[in-house]
Every structure is written in structure tokens, then in C-alpha cells.
């Protein structure tokens, strides 16, 4: 990968709003059976570390690097449905706390 798209993606990576969870799916799951315990777990701490830093995994094993590969796709995808599920939330509470205050203003209004 050339450092230009590991800049991009590391650009993209801190806008969005990273999740509090790093998530792994059942369909997931065959790529770990076909790994070897030592290939797996440097899979998964690559992906934590990916998760947590954006730091990318280096390994010799294609295997691992394919797997990796195929699931930070997935990561970047969740982040991005995350972070603007958190950009909606703040745009809702936004809207509901301009409307409260309007009919706390309007009620005091009354009361004069």
C-alpha cells in the first residue's frame, strides 16, 4: 500500500468518531478456523492495533495479510456508520433541547 493512501486513510480514520468496540462477525469466522492459532492470534492483535491506532499490520504471512486486509474494510465501514449515527444523535438532542427551551421561554412568558 503507498504511504499516500495510508495518509488518506489515516486522515479519514480520525474524522470519524471511532466506536467503542471493535467488531468481529460470525461470518468472520471461517477466516480464523483456517488460520493456525500463531496466525491468528497476530491477526487479532493486528486488528486491535489497527483499531486502536491505525497502525497497519506487517507480517510475511499472506494469509494474515488477506485476512487483515479484508477486515479493516469492515472497521473502516463500522466506523464510518458510527460516527455518523453519533453526528445524528447530536443533531437530534440539538433539535430537542432548541424545542424545550423555547417552551420553557414561551411558558415564562405566560406567567407574566
Keep these: ?10 486522515a479519514e480514520r480520525e474524522q470519524a468518531k471511532k ?6 462477525y460470525e461470518d468472520m469466522s471461517p477466516m480464523f478456523y483456517n488460520l493456525s492459532n500463531e496466525q491468528a492470534g497476530k491477526l487479532i492483535k493486528g ?6 491506532s491505525g497502525i497497519l499490520l506487517v507480517s510475511d504471512d499472506a494469509m494474515v495479510k488477506t485476512f487483515f486486509e479484508i477486515i479493516k474494510k469492515r472497521i473502516i465501514v463500522d ?7 453519533c453526528e445524528q444523535n447530536k443533531k437530534n438532542a ?3 433541547y432548541k ?9 415564562l412568558n405566560e406567567c407574566e
Excluded: G, H
Excluded at 466506523?79 to 449515527?85: D, I, L, M, P
Design 19 to 24: 466506536p467503542p468496540a471493535l467488531m468481529l
Design 47 to 52: 486488528l486491535f492495533e489497527y483499531f486502536e
Design 1 to 10: 500500500m503507498s504511504d499516500e493512501k495510508q495518509i488518506i486513510e489515516q
Design 79 to 85: 466506523q464510518k456508520k458510527y460516527s455518523k449515527r
Design 94 to 96: 440539538e433539535q430537542r
Design 99 to 107: 424545542n424545550k427551551s423555547r417552551d420553557l421561554f414561551e411558558e
